[in-house]
């Protein structure tokens, strides 16, 4: 992963991102007590700002906090980050994350009203590599041993850092979940697969993260005439699926050609993840120099 940009926002402030301090009695330094976003940004264009910035305010408010700022506000900071950048327009992606705030001591409960603490930066956005629009990405399987929120976006994401190390340990890109013999997610991404030449993600449920990506993966599928569908996917299904896709904010939406040593369909990056993929581009190009 590429060193963030050295300019941050914190707490009202610009300033080098080496230089940004926060107490070390915030609640998301000792509890992991925030929610956070991020969100790829194309030719300096934000994309799905309101979707992004509606699933924070969802976030924030399953955790008993409300948005700290407005949405004027958001845009502008995102506008300077953008800006301060000095990439010349080249693709990045923000992360932004707002957390309870510090309060004097460390306690469970009651829930504090202290002054929420907002941090936001922006990095280059990863270039997919054409080995995997090639050949496609090598995955392995793993129970779901995530808590059982897992439609907030929370900053606490050791159990997803544990289940992707998982796959650096077999040499593979990323760990896909079952939970009692059903597909939930990835540890950082959307699954889909490919069930009789129908495109299939499970449905959203607390044990499934709300994907902007996933979202924009099914009406880009509809687009094109690939008939989809939110609906549960067996552990039998994935394993036999014709073809399998991640996609996240930093991945868009890649192939997976392998799940635990085994090819998925033909081995290779299917026909319906090139013309998804191919539609995603297509539509990024549309969308550039449009009002965000």
């Known amino acids: 992963m590429a060193a963030p940009f050295p300019t941050c926002y914190l707490n009202g402030d610009y300033l080098p991102i080496g230089e940004a301090r926060v107490s070390p009695l915030d609640r998301g330094f000792l509890f992991g007590d925030g929610a ?26 399953e955790l008993r906090m409300g948005d700290p700022l407005s949405r004027e506000q958001w845009r502008e900071i995102f506008s300077s980050l953008i800006e301060r950048s000095g990439d010349g327009g080249g693709d990045q992606y923000l992360y932004w994350q707002v957390t309870r705030g510090a309060e004097r001591g460390r306690n469970h409960a009651p829930l504090p009203e202290v002054p929420r603490t907002v941090f936001a930066f922006s990095c280059p956005l990863p270039a997919i590599p054409s080995t995997v629009l090639e050949k ?6 793993a129970a779901d041993t995530r808590w059982a929120r897992c439609d907030i976006k929370s900053t606490a994401l050791l159990a997803n850092v544990l289940l992707r190390q998982l796959a650096v340990d077999a040499g593979a890109a990323e760990t896909i979940l079952l939970r009692d013999g059903q597909l939930t997610d990835a ?15 499970p449905p959203n449920s607390r044990e499934i993260l709300p994907s902007t990506t996933r979202t924009v993966v099914e009406e880009l599928a509809a687009r094109i005439g690939i008939p989809w569908r939110a609906a549960p996917v067996s552990e039998t299904e994935l394993r036999g699926a014709e073809e399998i896709w991640i996609s996240a904010a930093t991945r868009e939406v890649q192939p997976v050609s392998s799940l635990d040593g085994r090819p998925v369909g033909g081995g290779r990056p299917g026909v319906l993840w090139r013309r998804v993929y191919e539609e995603f581009q297509r539509w990024k190009r549309e969308l550039q120099g449009k009002p965000w």
């Open 36 to 61: 956070y976003e991020v969100m790829p940004v194309y030719g300096g264009r934000p994309f799905r700002l309101e979707a992004h910035c509606n699933r924070l305010t969802r976030s924030l408010a």
């Open 136 to 141: 496609g990405l090598a995955c392995v399987t």
């Open 187 to 201: 540890s950082a991404s959307a699954v889909h697969a490919v069930i009789g030449g129908e495109l299939r993600t």
